[in-house]
């Protein structure tokens, strides 16, 4: 990390990974919320089946931004791996440690993240 003395890499990487695996984690235990609804209407009436197509949704919908938080904590890892992690991925500026501490995943500075 070039210079960043005022940034612990390892402590960084270690909170980035525990994220990610709680993530993966969290997408396996819901992987029956979204698979498809059945529609059988001998079992399930109406009501139950339109309670079920929501739960799915919400669930479809939650691991679409789970998986984007996944992608922003693979590309901070990266970031971590090539050295360019707390440089601004627009500007090359520093960010700030505290902006970092609030979210390890960001890549741009408070300029440029305008």
Known sequence: MRDRRDLDPE???????????????????????????????????RLS?????????????L?????????????ALRRLEDGDYGYCAECGQKIPAKRLAIDPMIARCI???D
């Open 49 to 61: 089946r339109m309670d079920a197509l929501q739960v799915q949704a919400m669930a479809k919908a």
């Open 63 to 75: 691991e679409v931004r789970r998986q984007g938080r996944l992608q922003r904590i693979e590309a």
């Open 11 to 45: 402590a960084i990487r270690q909170t980035l990974e525990r994220e990610r695996d709680e993530l993966l984690e969290m997408s396996t235990a819901a992987a029956d919320e979204r698979r498809p609804v059945e529609l059988d209407q001998q079992s399930v009436g």
């Open 111 to 113: 300029d440029c993240a």
